[in-house]
Structures are given as C-alpha cells and as structure tokens.
Nanobody, 124 residues
C-alpha cells in the first residue's frame, strides 16, 4: 500500500511558475510509474503527465507540453511537477497517482494509488 502526499500548490499570477511535490511512503517507490492529473470545478479529472519508474521517459498532455516538466527522485521517494508559463485555465486541484511500472496510461482509472490533491489557482 502506497501513500501519496502532494504539496506546493497555491495562488500564482498568469505567466508564473510553481513546483508541485508528491512524497510517497509505504512501498517500493521505484516499481511505480508516477502520474499527475488535475480536476477543475465541474470538469472530469484529466491527465497531465506521467514518468517511468527510473525517470528516463515522460509523457505529457498536449495542453501542458513545453510548459510543464515531470521528474522524480527515487532516493527521496518523491515526484515533482514543475509548472511554468501558467495560465488561468491551469487552475485545478492537482493529484499525483501511482501505478505499477508496466502500465503506461493516461487514464485515471488505471492508477491504483492517489494523493489527496493540492489546489493550484492562476489568477491576477
């Protein structure tokens, strides 16, 4: 059983940056592919990015490609989401999630473990 805790959310102006962190405990971190999803009010949870177990490959939603970077430090059991050039439409609750490394998916239902989420608000 893996527990995930996100941090780093907050209020930022358009064009600004934030770095989200996701700390994992209770399992062997390196056996999991890690993902980030987000959910805006009244909308479905949507895929943002995922990263392979050793961090050598990553995949991004088109809406964040070139602006967001996912990374991980297995020695610290932590995944990050560096967000730059933020837009008001990036406003959402951001969740990290974990799935066994063999699964490469952008579908939320495929992920086994979830954090509680952290709010990101982009507004002037």
């Amino acid at each position: 059983q893996v527990q995930l805790v996100e941090s780093g959310g907050g209020l930022v102006q358009p064009g600004g940056s934030l770095r989200l962190s996701c700390a994992a405990s209770g399992g062997t971190f390196s056996i999991y592919r890690m993902g980030w999803f987000r959910q805006a009010p009244g909308k479905e949870r949507e895929f943002v990015a995922h990263i392979s177990r050793y961090g050598d490959t990553a995949y991004y939603a088109d809406s964040v490609k070139g602006r967001f970077t996912i990374s991980r430090e297995n020695a610290k059991n932590t995944t990050y989401l560096q967000m730059s050039s933020l837009r008001p439409e990036d406003t959402a609750v951001y969740y990290c999630a974990a799935v066994t490394w063999r699964v490469s998916s952008t579908v939320a239902m495929d992920y086994d473990y979830w954090g509680q989420g952290t709010q990101v608000t982009v507004s002037a």
